[in-house]
């Protein structure tokens, strides 16, 4: 009797914790507090939460693995002008104008285009691309955990082959030593998209923890996360400044400098249009513009927060980033081709390389490494784990927007179901051709679409709903600016930045490269899976406008042609009686154009 109360007792302490936690799924409402000045919606708990979750977005992977390898290749020093101009003409100005235009109306990318009805598609479609780019950026994460936790072992499991010699580097170092790791190791990569395979068991628990960690941060909404970038958004520096520290301190740390930004510095790249086309990219993506990020993180902001001075603060410290870190990587890079007795050319790679394959094994000869390689790649986690919180709020706040009643007090339940979505969507990226899909995805989504997006944003914005009325929106938020203030914003947003943008999207359509991974082509059905996607995202922006467009002409004239016309009475007048008398028919009348007005505002807004 004894042990069947114990059971019973057990029983129902579980029954209650989980009724407990189901009760705190659905019914409380996190996202505002008693002082917030939005009390529908909420807002940010201070201005640093939200200046440090924008540099949190806005500080991805591509400062410390894209920027430093570009840099290199377009110029050294001298690609600091390119990078730096397009960051005035391009950066700053759709960056204030994104911010700007969601803490205007509150509301995230779907909603704001309240402004312009017939161009809301291109808010769906912004929240689609975050959607998908979530489930990889989410094995991205995933991959810099593993490798953290593998860096707890001391030799670090890639700190090279013992037959190594300077004279057969780039043979024995990549093709050995580091693919050996990435490929059979970590990914186990199989040859091709062809060949699935079965979930890397090890990686998949890896992409579950990191599902854990954004839920938790995303529980309450920007209550909780704002809180986490207090840590997430700072401590990448920290470990930027350690990691710089130690490199100028190692033997050959200026050559790694001088290929970086120093004596290698060739001014005559400046005449070359690749060199502006990829600090315009690099700018562009860095930015997170046109992801739809910035309107949701800008939209919990107080009405009159002055979101101008947000701007230079945030976009300045993402260009300062990507410089500070560019010294870190290449000081290091450096000591290991001096290592090797080999140029610093032969050990720089790009993107996934540079971040998984070179610099960690540089960091291996480094005594003490496994520290090196344990702050290294918690630094990638933290950096990762900031872009994501905001790609996700992205897709919560739109629904909260579209659906408040549905989804007001059930915000933990929300962020609950969308991890678990994305953590099962993210499963076949983490078979052994989980590389091949990751990718995939990158290079079709988070691509020339973006660029694509933003175009139609800037005209929408500028020219259907008007560049002086929103500058007139900003004032009423930041308040009174002079003409002469205004006029660089409007030169840039009617002519410098649509001009650019339309660049960009022409050359790289014209000079798209089909996908690949290590030099192993994609198959057809491949290329096809990609620009279905690229379809998936963009077939929005005409299905809503023509659903618009469809509910406030098609409808008014159907339900009009469904009506009594006012010639429909009685022929004679004496026989209309009350019913059907001029002054009844006129009532008539004006009750049915009310309608067709009431008709009208509801379609403009979101269906």
Known sequence: GCRLRCKFSLLHYTFYKFSTVWNFLNEQDPRVD????????????????????????AVGLGNIWRFPYLAYKNGGGAFLIPYFVMLVVVGIPLFFLESAFGQFCSQGPVNVWRAVPLIQ?????????????????NVIIAYSLYYMFASMQCPLPWSGCSSCDGKHLSHCLYKYTCLLLCSNVALQRSGGLDETGPVVWHLALCLLLTSILVTAA????????????????????????????????????????????????????????????????????????????LMALASYNNFHNNVFKDSFV????????????????????????????????????????????????????????????????????????????????????????????????????LTVTLCSILYLLGLPCVTRAGIYWVTLIDQFVASWVLLFLVLLEIIAISYIYGGNRFIKDIEMMIGMKTSTFWLWWRACWFFISPCIIVFLLISSLVYFEPPNYGGIPYPDWGMTLGWCMIAFVLMWIPVVAGTKIYASYILQRLKSLCSPSEEWHPYLDVHRGERYSEERCHRRNNSKNKAEVNLNVISSSWL
């Open 34 to 57: 008693d002082g917030d000045e939005n009390t529908e919606r909420g807002n940010w708990t201070s201005k640093k939460e939200y200046i440090l979750s924008m540099i949190g977005y």
């Open 218 to 293: 995303l529980i309450r909404g920007i209550k909780s996360s704002g809180k986490v970038v207090y840590f997430t958004a700072t401590f990448p520096y920290v470990v930027i400044v350690i990691l710089l520290i130690r490199g100028v301190t190692l033997e050959g740390a200026k050559d790694g400098i001088d290929f970086y930004i120093g004596s290698q510095s060739n001014l005559t790249k400046l005449t070359e249009v690749q060199v502006w086309k990829d600090a315009a990219t690099q700018i562009f993506y860095s930015l997170s513009i046109g992801w739809g990020g």
């Open 121 to 137: 598609g291109t808010g769906v479609a912004m929240v689609v691309v975050s959607l998908i780019v979530s489930i990889y950026y």
């Open 314 to 413: 945030v976009t300045l410290t993402n260009a300062g980033t990507s410089v500070l870190a560019g010294f870190a990587i290449f000081s290091i890079l450096g000591h290991m081709a001096h290592i090797y007795k080999t140029p610093v050319s032969k050990v720089v790679k790009e993107g996934f390389g540079l971040a998984f394959i070179a610099y960690p094994d540089a960091l291996s000869k480094l005594p003490i490494s496994p520290l090196w390689s344990i702050l290294f790649f918690f630094m990638l986690l933290t950096v990762g784990l900031d872009s994501q919180f905001a790609g996700i709020e992205v897709i919560t706040t739109c629904l909260l927007d579209a659906f408040p009643t549905v989804f007001k007090s059930k915000h933990a339940l």
